[in-house]
């Protein structure tokens, strides 16, 4: 490692805590491109991240904090983190719940590799005898918060509230395919013979290299994918000759109900993923949608007991890090459209 320890260690933490602006980014992807060391030592410090403790102990909005706490705990002995193994398939569940320091993380994968599971060397060092026995990896985002993480390919993911990233130890070997459950923002590393792949409840999107958002938590009726760059493939799962490619600029939603799909081209395509950076943005969005999205940045259950408001346009441009949810109920109710009241931390709009 040819930088400064201390100020790798704070941007590595910047960026998983997703406070890293892009030019920040860009310099981290250039370090861990310098040499093997760099890489493996990002790799570890990743998973001591995902495995760390609760958002109280560590402020995923405020780095300089975790950094300070992030470096206090990484060289003391925590639990390790919850991992659980089924006949099928095994699975390393990454939570934000329990921080181990680097000794037990190496004591951790030692016992892992017992039981034939290789950790990120399986991707550069890789062979086929090793596939069919890898574990699962799934990384979780916390309710309220953001998960922001590198692939072993360099593949950028930033991950919302409440959202889950699945894909196997040995991704990059023979295949980079995940699985999303909720949103997702990739910057996806170019590689043409090896496909970029995402299943999300439903459909499939097939990438080389490019930026897009995705939009699918289980309980949406509508799936959206936004393109900001490059070019994607979409497909109904069940329907591998629905076939819909996007560019640019354009976004493209899939009704699960009826399995259909209704492309358009947006101007306002970055507002897709503003969420990276902690803003909530309404543009023309249905209440019943903006209530939906500010239940869970702010995991705080809110309905709409008046049914004929539900469609009612919402506009407002939001930075979660400043304005708390009753800030954004009494600017929507500024506007004399709706009211609203709060009853044991519920929240009723009428």
Same mark, same amino acid.
């Given at each position: 490692?040819?930088?400064?320890?201390?100020?790798?260690?704070?941007?590595?933490?910047?960026?998983?805590?997703?406070?890293?602006?892009?030019?920040?980014?860009?310099?981290?992807?250039?370090?861990?491109?310098?040499?093997?060391?760099?890489?493996?030592?990002?790799?570890?410090?990743?998973?001591?991240?995902?495995?760390?403790?609760?958002?109280?102990?560590?402020?995923?909005?405020?780095?300089?904090?975790?950094?300070?706490?992030?470096?206090?705990?990484?060289?003391?002995? +925590?639990?390790?983190?919850?991992?659980?193994?089924?006949?099928?398939?095994?699975?390393?569940?990454?939570?934000?719940?329990?921080?181990?320091?680097?000794?037990?993380?190496?004591? +951790?994968?030692?016992?892992?590799?017992?039981?034939?599971?290789?950790?990120?060397?399986?991707?550069?060092?890789?062979?086929?005898?090793?596939?069919?026995?890898?574990?699962?990896?799934?990384?979780?985002?916390?309710?309220?918060?953001?998960?922001?993480?590198?692939?072993?390919?360099?593949?950028?993911?930033?991950?919302?509230?409440?959202?889950?990233?699945?894909?196997?130890?040995?991704?990059?070997?023979?295949?980079?395919?995940?699985?999303?459950?909720?949103?997702?923002?990739?910057?996806?590393?170019?590689?043409?013979?090896?496909?970029?792949?995402?299943?999300?409840?439903?459909?499939?999107?097939?990438?080389?290299?490019?930026?897009?958002?995705?939009?699918?938590?289980?309980?949406?009726?509508?799936?959206?994918?936004?393109?900001?760059?490059?070019?994607?493939?979409?497909?109904?799962?069940?329907?591998?000759?629905?076939?819909?490619?996007?560019?640019?600029?354009?976004?493209?939603?899939?009704?699960?109900?009826?399995?259909?799909?209704?492309?358009?081209?947006?101007?306002?395509?970055?507002?897709?993923?503003?969420?990276?950076?902690?803003?909530?943005?309404?543009?023309?969005?249905?209440?019943?949608?903006?209530?939906?999205?500010?239940?869970?940045?702010?995991?705080?259950?809110?309905?709409?007991?008046?049914?004929?408001?539900?469609?009612?346009?919402?506009?407002?441009?939001?930075?979660?890090?400043?304005?708390?949810?009753?800030?954004?109920?009494?600017?929507?109710?500024?506007?004399?459209?709706?009211?609203?009241?709060?009853?044991?931390?519920?929240?009723?709009?009428?």
């Amino acid at each position: 490692m040819n930088k400064n320890k201390e100020y790798i260690d704070e941007l590595i933490t910047s960026f998983l805590s997703g406070n890293a602006n892009e030019k920040e980014t860009e310099e981290l992807k250039a370090w861990i491109k310098q040499s093997a060391e760099n890489e493996e030592y990002f790799m570890r410090l990743q998973e001591i991240w995902f495995s760390s403790s609760s958002d109280e102990d560590i402020n995923i909005y405020d780095y300089k904090n975790a950094y300070k706490i992030f470096t206090q705990r990484v060289n003391n002995s +925590y639990k390790k983190p919850e991992a659980s193994y089924t006949s099928k398939t095994s699975k390393i569940k990454y939570k934000i719940n329990t921080l181990y320091n680097i000794n037990s993380l190496y004591k +951790y994968a030692a016992a892992i590799f017992a039981f034939g599971i290789i950790s990120f060397a399986s991707y550069r060092f890789g062979e086929y005898r090793y596939s069919k026995s890898l574990a699962d990896i799934e990384v979780e985002a916390p309710i309220g918060g953001l998960s922001r993480l590198l692939l072993p390919d360099s593949t950028l993911v930033v991950l919302n509230g409440g959202s889950q990233l699945k894909y196997a130890q040995n991704f990059g070997v023979e295949s980079r395919n995940v699985t999303l459950n909720g949103e997702g923002y990739f910057e996806v590393k170019r590689n043409e013979k090896k496909p970029f792949c995402v299943e999300s409840n439903g459909i499939k999107i097939k990438v080389l290299g490019t930026k897009f958002n995705v939009q699918d938590y289980p309980d949406d009726k509508i799936a959206t994918v936004s393109l900001m760059d490059g070019k994607v493939a979409i497909e109904d799962s069940s329907n591998p000759d629905s076939n819909i490619e996007l560019i640019p600029g354009e976004r493209v939603q899939f009704d699960k109900r009826n399995n259909t799909f209704s492309k358009e081209k947006y101007d306002k395509i970055g507002n897709d993923k503003s969420w990276t950076e902690g803003y909530i943005v309404f543009d023309e969005t249905p209440l019943k949608d903006a209530v939906k999205i500010l239940s869970r940045v702010y995991s705080t259950p809110i309905i709409i007991s008046n049914k004929d408001i539900e469609n009612l346009k919402v506009y407002g441009r939001f930075d979660k890090n400043i304005h708390s949810i009753n800030d954004i109920m009494n600017m929507l109710k500024t506007t004399g459209k709706i009211n609203y009241r709060i009853f044991d931390k519920n929240i009723s709009i009428y």
